[in-house]
């Protein structure tokens, strides 16, 4: 009987205990998430944090300031033109060049005795007027002391002419623009043109390289030639005396060419 109690108590004891639950545990797979995610979130390095951005430092490019043209502002010059060497050293002329205005209405602003000049920009090409103001040898115009010395009284030859150019070839000249030094200069060449190319010029100044490039007319009447140059140029030009059996139209019968390589400007 004791036999059968003792075995009793053990199967009581034996199934209360099959029946209770084990305490809640994680599982290894929800373990190792928690433990990276902490891994992660506490591992973090300081320095993958975004830091607001600085703003860029622009430094702006300045402008360049636009080289000024010196053959673009000589309307209105009173110009004064100096000779400091060569056969004509000291001797100076002066004239007043027209505006632009000249070009809607001429007028009778560039007439002998006027001391005025026409000038065209793109050409860098300056008209003068030589020869004497009605017939008085008193009185020369602004071109008149090269025109004499190039071809005096024109009676003389192409020999004559050509020596006379080229002992002018080379001198130097100072350009003044309202008493103000501009231009530097050398004599590069001068040229005579034949009487149907003087014609031509007159009514073409815009063409002059063109015309120089032509020669048009007798040969018998070129006269000197220009050489090729890589410096800035300016022309001057005026009229030549042909023979006197033209009586008063000999005046205008040629035209010269003097051609000047730019050595310096003081603008």
Not at 111 to 117: K, L, N
Not at 122 to 131: A, D, E, L, P
Request: net charge negative; hydrophobic share 30%.
């Amino acid at each position: 009987m004791l036999k059968n109690r003792c075995i009793f108590f053990i199967l009581l004891i034996t199934l209360l205990g099959s029946c209770s639950s084990p305490p809640s545990e994680k599982s290894e797979t929800e373990l190792a998430i928690s433990e990276s995610s902490y891994a992660i979130t506490s591992t973090q390095p300081e320095s993958d944090k975004t830091l607001p951005s600085t703003p860029a430092v622009v430094t702006p490019n300045p402008s360049p300031t636009p080289t000024p043209d010196p053959f673009a502002d000589l309307y209105g010059c009173e110009m004064e033109l100096e000779f400091i060497s060569g056969s004509l050293e000291s001797r100076k002329t002066r004239f007043t060049i027209l505006g632009k205005d000249y070009f809607k209405d001429k007028g009778d602003l560039f007439d002998p005795g006027t001391g005025t000049s026409i000038y065209y920009e793109s050409q860098h090409y300056f008209i003068v007027h030589s020869s004497y103001v009605n017939g008085n040898i008193l009185d020369p115009m602004e071109a008149e002391f090269i025109r004499k010395y190039l071809e005096y009284w024109g009676d003389t030859g192409p020999e004559y002419i050509q020596d006379q150019i080229n002992s002018l070839e080379g001198s130097r000249v100072v350009w003044k623009c309202s008493g103000k030094e501009i231009f530097l200069t050398r004599i590069n060449g001068i040229v005579r043109l034949s009487h149907e190319a003087s014609n031509r010029l007159w009514l073409e100044p815009r063409s002059l390289e063109q015309i120089i490039e032509d020669r048009e007319g007798l040969v018998s009447e070129w006269i000197g030639e220009f050489k090729d140059t890589d410096q800035p140029i300016l022309y001057i030009g005026f009229c030549g005396w042909g023979p006197r059996s033209l009586g008063d139209s000999r005046f205008t019968y040629y035209r010269y060419l003097i051609k000047f390589d730019v050595l310096n400007n003081y603008s």
